[in-house]
T-cell receptor, first 113, second 114 residues
Framework: ETGVTQTPRHLVMGMTNKKSLKCEQH?????MYWYKQSAKKPLELMFV???????ENNSVPSRFSPECPNSSHLFLHLHTLQPEDSALYLC????????????FGQGTRLTVV | AQKITQTQPGMFVQEKEAVTLDCTYD???????LFWYKQPSSGEMIFLIY??????QNATEGRYSLNFQKARKSANLVISASQLGDSAMYFC???????????FGTGTRLQVFP
C-alpha cells in the first residue's frame, strides 16, 4: 500500500470542464509536490508546498490551480484545459531537505478531449 | 543550472544477469545528491537508492548499487541478478542548488527477458 494516494487514477475531461485531482499522504511529511509527465518528456515540476505554503510555481498556466489545505492533502484544480495538457500527473511528498527521497503516488492519467 | 543526462533510451538484459544504467550530471553545487527511481507501467515512481556527493562509499540497497564517479560526474545504477519484475522505466534525479525539488533525466526503459 502506497503512502501517497491519488484520485482519480484516470480522468477524461472536455476543454470546458472543471475537475480536481486529489492527493493524500499518510507519511507525516511536510512537503508536497505536483509533477507533470508528458509522453517523451522528462518529469516537470509544477508546484511545491512546504508546511501548506506554496514555495514554488514553475511558470504553470493559471488553468492549473493548486490547493493545500493541510500538510496531508494537496489538490490540483483544472479548468479550461487544452489537449496538450493530457499527461500523467504525479503527486509526491517528502520530509523536506535535499537528501531525502520523495514518495510518489500512482498518478492520475488525464486526457483532455 | 543542473542538468541530468541519461543517454540510453532503452536497454535489454537477460534474467539473472547484471545491467548498468547510465546517468551523468552537470552541477556547480559543491554538495549534492543523486536519486534513482523506478517507474513500472502502473505509473508510480518508486525510490530505489540515493548517493550523497560526500559519501565515501558507493551506495547499495539490496540488488541495487550506485557506481558513483565524482570526477566523471556519473552515477550509474547497477542492478544485479535481474528479474522479470525489473522491467520498467528508470530515472536519475537530483535537486538543484538550495532546493529540495527534483530534476529528472529522460529515463531508460529496461526490459528483462527470460
Amino acid at each position: 500500500e502506497t503512502g501517497v494516494t491519488q484520485t482519480p487514477r484516470h480522468l477524461v475531461m472536455g476543454m470546458t470542464n472543471k475537475k480536481s485531482l486529489k492527493c493524500e499522504q499518510h507519511l507525516g511529511h511536510n512537503a508536497m509536490y505536483w509533477y507533470k509527465q508528458s509522453a517523451k518528456k522528462p518529469l516537470e515540476l509544477m508546484f511545491v508546498y512546504n508546511f501548506k505554503e506554496q514555495t514554488e510555481n514553475n511558470s504553470v498556466p493559471s488553468r492549473f490551480s493548486p490547493e493545500c489545505p493541510n500538510s496531508s492533502h494537496l489538490f490540483l484544480h483544472l479548468h479550461t484545459l487544452q489537449p496538450e495538457d493530457s499527461a500523467l500527473y504525479l503527486c509526491a511528498s517528502s520530509r523536506g531537505g535535499r537528501d531525502t527521497e520523495a514518495f510518489f503516488g500512482q498518478g492520475t492519467r488525464l486526457t483532455v478531449v | 543550472a543542473q542538468k541530468i543526462t541519461q543517454t540510453q533510451p532503452g536497454m535489454f538484459v537477460q534474467e539473472k544477469e547484471a545491467v548498468t544504467l547510465d546517468c551523468t550530471y552537470d552541477t556547480s553545487d559543491p554538495s549534492y545528491g543523486l536519486f534513482w527511481y523506478k517507474q513500472p507501467s502502473s505509473g508510480e515512481m518508486i525510490f530505489l537508492i540515493y548517493q550523497g556527493s560526500y559519501d565515501q562509499q558507493n551506495a547499495t540497497e539490496g540488488r541495487y548499487s550506485l557506481n558513483f564517479q565524482k570526477a566523471r560526474k556519473s552515477a550509474n545504477l547497477v542492478i544485479s541478478a535481474s528479474q522479470l519484475g525489473d522491467s520498467a522505466m528508470y530515472f536519475c534525479a537530483m535537486p538543484p542548488y538550495n532546493t529540495d525539488k527534483l530534476i529528472f533525466g529522460t529515463g531508460t526503459r529496461l526490459q528483462v527477458f527470460p
